[in-house]
């Protein structure tokens, strides 16, 4: 068991214009009623009757005298007495205050096995720029690093209200936790408080971890011309690539570790593609990206119309699946890619990412 140390939100005077840049999804954002999995059910939070110490803001506001637990027995925490609060299936909860000014999320991953420091640093990074990417005049106002954890501190406005906000990420095991606090700049003061107890309350049992929690978040994307979605995990960072291959834009999400990752080359010619020069672009960009003694185990034709290839590069230690078609002027190539030795960790997922694939 962990328990987060406390923390309170920091006012400042003054705001500078600046968007997060990134592929962040309304879905996600920090409405209670918003959701990470729009497929999930959400279900109103009955608390237990399982008691922790309880705390109080300077304004009254206190939490409950029950704990939650999520339905995974993963976490628990005192959730804010009167809030309005609902679960996304066994591994978040999210609440809202009764006047709508301040919101908390808290959620668990599991990460297959225990993160880095560098690993757990980049997936902060790309929870925060998708969690935000939506607002205006986002300023993160400092981050902190301690061993096995990442705290970012910021404000934000979205629509005509400014917004201040804590999120903390907290290594314990295989599994991430993700609490965010934040509420309207005007009773920050007010809540401070409330977050400090609530983080105070906060305890993990990373031991109750299952398959299941491997990476359950998740947004879609879309390829670029809009040729086909896909969903891809919000804590896998985005990248894009224009140089590598000639008239090829490439797209891809990463895994923290950097041992998996998605990624979707687009080439353009000013003509038709032909069914040659199809075969041939395909295998140009694919030594291009992965190595000219590539090796392809298996080809096959999917009942869609696109070819798969299943491959291994000896001197890259990688092996992949590209998907690949075209469309008037366009090929396309769909591909996941993981290191060998993360395969029992990642192809699930990965291949939960390729059977995603919708087209346009």
Same mark, same amino acid.
């Given at each position: 068991?962990?328990?987060?140390?406390?923390?309170?939100?920091?006012?400042?005077?003054?705001?500078?214009?600046?968007?997060?840049?990134?592929?962040?999804?309304?879905?996600?954002?920090?409405?209670?009623?918003?959701?990470?999995?729009?497929?999930?059910?959400?279900? &109103?939070?009955?608390?237990? +009757? =399982?008691? !922790?110490?309880?705390?109080?803001? /300077?304004?009254?506001?206190? @939490?409950? $005298?029950?704990?939650?637990?999520?339905?995974?027995?993963?976490?628990?925490?005192?959730?804010?007495?009167?809030?309005?609060?609902?679960?996304?299936?066994?591994?978040?909860?999210?609440?809202?205050?009764?006047?709508?000014?301040?919101?908390?999320?808290?959620?668990?991953?599991?990460?297959?096995?225990?993160?880095?420091?560098?690993?757990?640093?980049?997936?902060?990074?790309?929870?925060?720029?998708?969690?935000?990417?939506?607002?205006?005049?986002?300023?993160?106002?400092?981050?902190?690093?301690? &061993?096995?954890?990442?705290? +970012? =501190?910021? !404000?934000?406005?979205?629509?005509? /209200?400014?917004?201040?906000? @804590?999120? $903390?990420?907290?290594?314990?095991?295989?599994?991430?936790?993700?609490?965010?606090?934040?509420?309207?700049?005007?009773?920050?003061?007010?809540?401070?408080?409330?977050?400090?107890?609530?983080?105070?309350?906060?305890?993990?049992?990373?031991?109750?971890?299952?398959?299941?929690?491997?990476?359950?978040?998740?947004?879609?994307?879309?390829?670029?011309?809009?040729?086909?979605?896909?969903?891809?995990?919000?804590?896998?960072?985005?990248?894009?690539?224009?140089?590598?291959?000639?008239?090829?834009?490439?797209?891809?999400?990463? +895994?923290?570790?950097?041992?998996?990752?998605?990624?979707?080359?687009?080439?353009?010619?000013?003509?038709?593609?032909?069914?040659?020069?199809?075969?041939?672009?395909?295998?140009?960009?694919?030594?291009?990206?992965?190595?000219?003694?590539?090796?392809?185990?298996?080809?096959?034709?999917?009942?869609?119309?696109?070819?798969?290839?299943?491959?291994?590069?000896?001197?890259?230690?990688?092996?992949?699946?590209?998907?690949?078609?075209?469309?008037?002027?366009?090929?396309?190539?769909?591909?996941?890619?993981?290191?060998?030795?993360?395969?029992?960790?990642?192809?699930?997922?990965?291949?939960?990412?390729?059977?995603?694939?919708?087209?346009?």
């Amino acid at each position: 068991m962990k328990k987060l140390p406390a923390l309170y939100l920091i006012l400042l005077p003054f705001l500078l214009s600046m968007i997060v840049s990134g592929c962040g999804a309304a879905d996600d954002r920090l409405i209670p009623t918003q959701t990470a999995q729009t497929a999930a059910s959400i279900s &109103a939070v009955t608390p237990t +009757s =399982r008691s !922790t110490p309880t705390g109080e803001s /300077d304004n009254s506001i206190k @939490v409950s $005298d029950q704990a939650y637990i999520s339905p995974s027995e993963i976490f628990q925490i005192n959730l804010p007495a009167g809030w309005n609060c609902s679960e996304t299936g066994s591994f978040q909860v999210n609440c809202e205050s009764p006047a709508s000014d301040a919101v908390l999320q808290a959620r668990i991953t599991s990460t297959g096995y225990e993160l880095t420091d560098e690993s757990l640093s980049a997936f902060a990074q790309a929870e925060l720029v998708h969690r935000y990417g939506f607002v205006k005049e986002y300023l993160e106002l400092d981050q902190e690093k301690p &061993a096995g954890r990442v705290v +970012s =501190r910021a !404000t934000w406005r979205e629509n005509d /209200d400014y917004w201040e906000s @804590v999120d $903390d990420f907290i290594r314990e095991g295989r599994g991430v936790f993700h609490l965010t606090f934040a509420s309207k700049q005007a009773q920050s003061e007010s809540y401070a408080g409330l977050y400090n107890a609530i983080s105070e309350s906060v305890e993990m049992y990373p031991e109750r971890i299952t398959p299941e929690a491997f990476y359950p978040f998740k947004r879609t994307v879309s390829s670029r011309e809009a040729l086909f979605e896909i969903e891809v995990p919000t804590s896998w960072g985005r990248y894009i690539d224009t140089a590598a291959v000639e008239k090829t834009v490439v797209e891809g999400y990463v +895994s923290p570790d950097k041992r998996a990752s998605v990624q979707i080359a687009i080439y353009q010619q000013g003509t038709f593609l032909r069914q040659d020069a199809k075969a041939n672009n395909t295998r140009e960009i694919m030594f291009a990206l992965y190595g000219y003694d590539l090796k392809n185990s298996d080809d096959r034709v999917l009942p869609d119309g696109r070819e798969r290839l299943t491959w291994y590069a000896t001197g890259k230690d990688i092996s992949g699946i590209t998907d690949f078609d075209t469309y008037v002027n366009t090929l396309y190539l769909f591909t996941i890619v993981w290191e060998p030795s993360s395969e029992i960790f990642y192809l699930p997922i990965l291949t939960d990412i390729q059977e995603s694939f919708t087209r346009k």
